[in-house]
Each structure stands twice: as structure tokens, then as C-alpha cells.
């Protein structure tokens, strides 16, 4: 609910004790029972409007307010532009090789003359904080080292036969640092597991990150199957694979 504006009275005192007597916003604030961010902002409207004191003799209380009251009209921080669904954007945001910039060009395809890049991705951040609290974790240095496939493929062509095929994507992250490894298997099986946790641990340490504890994925996540894969057998094998991990990143 908008806050309700001062009477004309009370402005002009305002502006009397201000700038006839020199008081401060707290003593003004005090006197008329208002905040003193209210006398604050009334005093910026009045720089901002050039408004000299004493006032002249011509000067009403109707042009005095509609002068600190230029863009009355218009609510601060309006928008001028068509507004994209944000809701469905954070949904779309969520999907694998979605990022703002494609969908800001998608929004300015039907909207030439919506916002820019830079004003969309903040109304995006700030529309997505208002959804739900945010957990923050703080890490200490060498303490995890996070694994996982990201779920995503990518497509390796074979320059002599032209085939197409997709490989999946290991990613070793170092908590503290966000120091990351990351490498193309064919499968998820356990084999290319070990194998690029293996190499994923040799090369964070060799650029100076280590990991004394290795956080896999959830055992619950790992019995889902993949849309684009063979999903990894959890269990012994997932127990075996994040301690060859541990112990390849802890020796370095």
C-alpha cells in the first residue's frame, strides 16, 4: 500500500525548520511525528525539484506539491515493458542448455521492444528469490570434493565414418575452491566412473586442490534410470567408487 503523502501544512513546516532554522532530520522527524527517512525524502524531492527557500510569493500549495510530486503518475521502479510469464521461465530455466540469454531471445522475439539483456536477467534473479528461501553452504578448503555425471550428453562425431555418437559428462567439483574437472565417458557404468574419478582427482591436485571427503550423488538419485543413459548401480559399487575417489584425491 502506497505511503500516504504529508498534508501541505506539514510539508511547509518541514521545510521551514529545515532551511529557516537549520534542524536536523531527526529533531524535524521528532516535532511532526514522522520518520526521519520521511524528512529525508521529502528534502531530496525539494533538491530535486530546485525549490528555493523562502518560497515566493507566488508559489501555491498546489504547484508546491506538484512539483515535488513531478512523476505522481508513475510508481518508482515502474515497468514500461511487456511482461514475460516469469513464472514459466524459472520452470524453462530449470531445463538442461537453458540459460538467460536464450531465454531473453526467445522474450525479445516476441517482444522487439521489451528489455534489454542486463534489466531482464535482474527482474528474472529478483522474481526467482521471491519463490523460495536459498540454503547457503560455506566449505573449508580441502575438505569435499563433489562427483557427479551431469546428466547431460554430448554429441562425438567420428571424423572417418561420420557416426554420431553421445558421451556423458563427469564432473568433480572442489567445494571450497569450485575448482572443477570435468570429462567425457561413453557410459556411466562403473568402469568410466572409477576411471574418470581417477583422473578427475590426479588433476585437481595437480593444480593444487584436494578433497579429503568425496560427496557422490544421493543412493536415491542413482537408482533412477537416465533419459540419456544407463543410470549407476548404487550400493557396493557406488560405495567402492567414491573411495577410490577419496583416496586418489587425499594422496594426489
Known amino acids: 500500500m502506497p505511503r500516504q503523502r504529508l498534508s501541505m501544512r506539514r510539508i511547509k513546516q518541514l521545510l521551514t525548520m529545515r532551511f ?13 511525528g514522522i520518520a526521519p527517512s520521511t524528512v529525508r525524502e521529502y528534502l531530496s ?7 528555493i527557500w ?9 504547484s508546491l506539491m506538484a512539483r515535488l510530486f513531478v512523476n ?11 511482461e514475460p510469464d516469469w513464472a514459466a521461465l524459472v520452470r524453462e530455466f530449470k531445463r538442461p542448455g537453458v540459460n538467460l540469454l536464450v531465454l531473453w531471445e526467445e ?27 536459498v540454503m547457503r553452504q560455506s566449505h ?17 562425431t567420428d571424423p572417418v565414418t561420420g557416426m554420431v555418437s553421445t558421451a556423458e559428462i563427469f564432473v568433480a567439483v572442489i567445494g571450497a575452491s569450485s575448482l572443477t574437472y570435468a570429462e567425457a565417458t561413453w557410459t556411466q557404468t562403473l568402469a568410466d566412473w572409477l576411471g574418470a574419478g581417477a583422473a578427475g582427482s590426479r588433476r585437481t591436485a595437480s593444480a593444487g586442490g584436494k578433497g579429503r571427503r568425496c560427496a557422490p550423488p544421493s543412493v536415491n538419485g ?3 534410470a537416465r ?12 560405495a567402492v567408487a567414491s573411495a577410490v575417489f577419496r583416496r586418489s584425491t587425499i594422496k594426489g
Open 72 to 82: 505522481a503518475g508513475v510508481r518508482a521502479g515502474a515497468r514500461h515493458h511487456a
Open 222 to 224: 542413482g537408482q533412477k
Open 227 to 238: 533419459k540419456s543413459g544407463v543410470g549407476l548401480k548404487v550400493g557396493t559399487n557406488l
Open 45 to 51: 524531492r525539494a533538491a530535486g525539484a530546485g525549490i
Open 140 to 156: 573449508m578448503a580441502g575438505h569435499k570434493a563433489f562427483v557427479d555425471y551431469s546428466g547431460k550428453l554430448v554429441p562425438i
Open 20 to 32: 529557516g532554522a537549520g534542524a536536523s532530520a531527526w529533531s524535524i522527524a521528532q516535532e511532526l
Open 54 to 62: 523562502p518560497l515566493a510569493a507566488d508559489v501555491t500549495g498546489e
Open 107 to 133: 522474450y525479445r522475439a516476441v517482444h522487439p521492444e521489451g528489455y534489454a539483456y542486463s534489466r531482464f536477467c535482474q527482474l528474472f534473479r529478483e522474481f526467482e528469490r521471491r519463490l523460495s528461501p
